[in-house]
């Protein structure tokens, strides 16, 4: 997240490491394939992009750049490029998918241009439309027919509630694709691909058992809580360096406050 919040409940910047692009903001304007987008929102900067809205001639569009800031004195930049290239080609694979955000094209050497899809993000149980969940399941079984699984909707803010109730989908930072010229038809990617498409597929069942209980049976919400095993091999090996990671921010914002 950009921000996080303190105990009186206001809103804090972490320190500037933290930030993809420094003590930087995102630009007031871009160019993106020779048009020339301006700066309306900021919507995120965190450690490893930030992403902002941009408008140009009454189009909205999201911007979002990868790193570009140093990591106590080493380059970082490569990073946000190849980040920014990947969820590209990720978003460019996905075209003409309702619910994901058409891809518009690069900008610089670490950046992307992606449709602003209006709505808001799920919130955490938020009583959403009767058809809701099972149109999410349907977009995410369209994104598995790619040959690509979603990884990330472990995160309710990756879920888009659009004006018109239906879901969306959004960042496809980390969403996995094993191109065929690399192996991608070997056993071992097919066992990966179905392993973490089968994590997509819990996932949206515990945001549906979050969010609307009222649709589902006994089974199905007993169902609901059995952790696929990688989920649960993930959950184990990084929880600790989540907790890790809040506790060194909460120990830096506090050494701030003392001037330190």
Not at 63 to 84: E, H, I, N, Q
Not at 98 to 106: F, M, Q, R, S
Not at 244 to 250: A, E, M, N, P, V
Request: glycine share 10%.
């Amino acid at each position: 997240m950009s921000r996080r919040s303190d105990r009186s409940g206001q809103r804090r910047d972490p320190p500037a490491w933290l930030k993809a692009l420094g003590q930087r903001d995102l630009p007031e304007t871009i160019v993106c394939n020779g048009v020339t987008y301006r700066r309306v929102q900021v919507f995120k900067h965190d450690f490893f992009a930030a992403t902002g809205l941009y408008e140009q001639g009454g189009r909205r569009a999201v911007y979002k750049v990868g790193r570009t800031a140093d990591l106590f004195g080493f380059p970082m930049a490569w990073l946000g490029g190849w980040l920014c290239r990947r969820e590209a080609r990720a978003y460019g694979r996905l075209r003409g998918l309702d619910g994901v955000p058409a891809y518009i094209g690069l900008v610089g050497e670490t950046g992307f241009l992606h449709e602003y899809l209006p709505g808001h993000v799920l919130r955490r149980g938020e009583r959403v439309g009767d058809e809701f969940f099972d149109q999410l399941k349907a977009l995410l079984s369209q994104v598995h027919a790619r040959d690509m699984a979603y990884v990330d909707l472990e995160k309710s803010e990756n879920i888009l509630v659009r004006a018109d109730g239906r879901p969306g989908l959004i960042d496809f930072q980390i969403s996995f694709y094993w191109p065929p010229a690399w192996g991608g038809r070997s056993a071992p990617a097919r066992w990966l691909l179905r392993c973490l498409q089968e994590g997509d597929r819990y996932h949206w069942m515990k945001h549906w058992r979050r969010n609307r209980p009222d649709q589902l049976t006994d089974e199905q919400i007993a169902r609901s809580r059995k952790k696929p095993g990688h989920v649960r091999a993930y959950t184990t090996v990084f929880r600790p360096f989540q907790h890790l990671r809040r506790r060194t921010l909460d120990r830096l914002e506090a050494g701030r406050a003392r001037g330190v």
